[in-house]
């Protein structure tokens, strides 16, 4: 039986990937921050752009916010290869077993191996960081052929083109109702993925940072609606 998880050098390139990403926007806000409140120009064109940075802002800490919610799930989780399964592991969650028998597909995407069975439907997805990654796949594509999928999951992509088309539009837009309501379907949206958030990370106990960065976004998409409607 081996365990393998994210450890040494995967954790701290992550850790400043982290801080170099979470800085840069942060960055980005205090500047159009800045623009809107000191600045002396008080013309459409300025506004409009310290509006649209603020837009951008927004969309990257929700990204962001996303990004570091999977990655602290899968800091918690271990991945155990033993001659007849794979298990996943993780703290206050069920285990999720997948015989080598039951494999149903093993492809590679967007920096992951997903492991699928069939009947009964069951998923493991494991990170290119975990440490042994290689030895993972090389041992299940014993079972199955590995196959390489790139892209976003149907409801994910579907969700992420939706947020950008109304966040596009809110910024954009000279009608006041169709600012109205592409501001009420970003909302939406921006609700979905607190939702996702919530339940990949309620039951671990040490997750107040993601809860600080996600109420951060929320107060930056709100004070970017405020200025957007009163600029009307």
Known sequence: MEEFKIEGSALRREARSSAFL????????????????????????????AITVLG????????????EALHYAFRQMVFVLTGKEIIRRRKGYSEVRIAFSEIENLSEELGYLIVESDEPRKKIAIPYSVSGYEAIRT????????????????????????????WTAFLRSTDARVVIAAGGIALITLAFGSRHLWKLLRSDSNRSLFWVSLAFAWLIAFL????RITGF
């Open 22 to 49: 979470w800085g840069s926007v942060f960055l980005l806000m205090v500047v159009a921050v800045l623009f809107v409140v000191l600045g002396e120009h008080k013309s459409s064109d300025a506004d409009m752009f």
């Open 56 to 67: 951008v802002g927004v969309a990257a800490s929700i990204i962001l916010v996303c990004r």
């Open 139 to 166: 041992e299940l594509s014993k079972y199955c052929q590995l196959s390489a999928r790139v892209g976003l999951s149907l409801k994910g992509a579907a969700l992420l083109a939706t947020s950008l088309a109304s």
């Open 224 to 227: 970017l609606m405020y200025l």
